[in-house]
């Protein structure tokens, strides 16, 4: 299994930058795809981004392609998002997601992720 803690977040004006970690401790960390994705209020749950196990092979949502950059870390178990020229509309939780050691399941899926973190805060201000 895996802990996962996100970290980063923030308030930043539109136009603006931030980058998350999430941490990981457990098991089989690089051989993980992991996965960010985002919750605004009463919305459903939305991909955003995720890196296969591999580290080769990235994926990222049409709403944040050319915007956001994911990569990680295997050495510090760490998965980062690189967020840049925020929008309003990027304003949610974000979350850390991990699947299982070794696992190809659907990437974009919620479903596809076993292991969770407790979230971050991003807001984004006009």
């Known amino acids: 299994q895996v802990q996962l803690v996100e970290s980063g977040g923030g308030l930043v004006q539109a136009g603006g930058s931030l980058r998350l970690s999430c941490a990981a401790s457990g098991r089989s960390f690089s051989t993980r795809t992991m996965g960010w994705f985002r919750q605004a209020p009463e919305k459903e749950r939305e991909f955003v981004t995720a890196?296969?196990?591999?580290?080769?092979?990235?994926h990222y949502a049409d709403s944040v392609q050319g915007r956001f950059t994911i990569s990680r870390d295997n050495a510090k178990t760490t998965v980062y998002l690189q967020m840049n020229s925020l929008k309003p509309e990027d304003t949610a939780i974000y979350y850390c997601?991990?699947?299982?050691?070794?696992?190809?399941?659907?990437?974009?899926?919620?479903?596809?992720?076993?292991?969770w973190g407790q979230g971050t805060q991003v807001t984004v201000s006009s």
């Open positions: 890196i296969e196990w591999s580290g080769s092979i990235t």
């Open positions: 997601a991990a699947q299982l050691p070794w696992g190809g399941s659907t990437w974009y899926q919620p479903g596809s992720y076993p292991y």
